[in-house]
């Protein structure tokens, strides 16, 4: 008997996919499929996965305000939150943070991990052109450490291309 789990199934509820569209195109450059938790499980049933991890996919949640971006992790980390509440035999969650605001994205891993019991963090190659190893993300990647926290992370497109050619 074999169990199957998808650890990169995508969320993309009705309130994400309207702040991240801008004169009915995507920013992540992508446009996503329909989603609502009836079609995810649907599509589960037909592929045969047991349980789906889910979070948020590219362009993530800061557009450039801080403060919008905040509110839309958390609006994202809510929604996943009672989809696995809701069915915790069918799903899983990884929340999103508000990157590259480092001070906003503890506060916002306190609350996912410790409040809505979410099961680890999905993180963006880059958030405003803001890579993952770059020297402000220490303090997030020192508490994430510190928790022994998973963290999943999703590729994102570069904001240049210049930052991806190395000359």
Do not use: K
């Not at 590259?100 to 306190?110: F, K, M, Q, R, S």
């Amino acid at each position: 008997m074999t169990f199957t789990v998808d650890i990169h199934h995508h969320l993309i509820p009705d309130f994400y996919r309207a702040a991240t569209e801008h004169d009915g195109q995507s920013v992540g450059g992508v446009v996503p499929a329909d989603w609502s938790q009836a079609t995810a499980l649907s599509f589960m049933d037909d592929a045969g996965i047991d349980v789906a991890v889910a979070s948020i996919s590219a362009p993530g949640v800061h557009l450039g305000d801080d403060a919008e971006a905040l509110d839309l992790a958390r609006r994202c980390n809510d929604c996943v939150a009672e989809m696995v509440r809701d069915r915790p035999d069918r799903f899983g969650g990884f929340a999103i943070l508000p990157l590259p605001d480092v001070n906003a994205a503890l506060g916002e891993l306190t609350r996912a991990l410790d409040e809505l019991r979410l099961d680890g963090v999905v993180l963006m190659t880059n958030a405003l052109g803001q890579y993952l190893g770059e020297p402000l993300y220490r303090p997030l990647f020192d508490e994430l450490q510190r928790r022994g926290a998973v963290v999943f992370i999703h590729p994102t497109m570069s904001p240049t291309l210049a930052r991806t050619v190395s000359g």
